[in-house]
């Protein structure tokens, strides 16, 4: 496959550079043309792909958490209907 090129100055490398945007909330990251500087991209800072794998960390977390719980519960009816 071809290196990509700049359509402006033909530089082949680039950058990545944070940047705000007027009227939005989200800082987003451009990338750049490391000869010219011409964004040629951009994308949130926080990408929704890392968040989600945040949150899907949490839910197995959580997961691993409530499948502890439930089989000391269980442990506990156990113990419990011994003492009948
Ligand atoms: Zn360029």
């Known amino acids: 496959m ?6 402006t100055c033909g530089g082949t490398e680039f950058g990545v550079k944070l940047q705000s945007i007027n009227d939005s909330k989200y ?14 991209g951009i994308f949130e800072e926080k990408h929704v792909g890392h968040t989600l794998e945040g949150i899907i960390g949490g839910l197995r977390q959580m997961n691993e958490r409530i499948e502890r719980i439930e089989k000391m519960t269980a ?10």
Not at 2 to 7: H, V
Not at 27 to 40: D, N, W
Not at 75 to 84: N, P, Q
């Open 2 to 7: 071809k290196a990509s090129t700049c359509a």
């Open 27 to 40: 800082e987003f990251a451009f990338i750049q043309c490391a000869g010219c500087g011409v964004p040629v």
């Open 75 to 84: 442990a506990i009816g156990r113990m419990l209907e011994g003492r009948r």
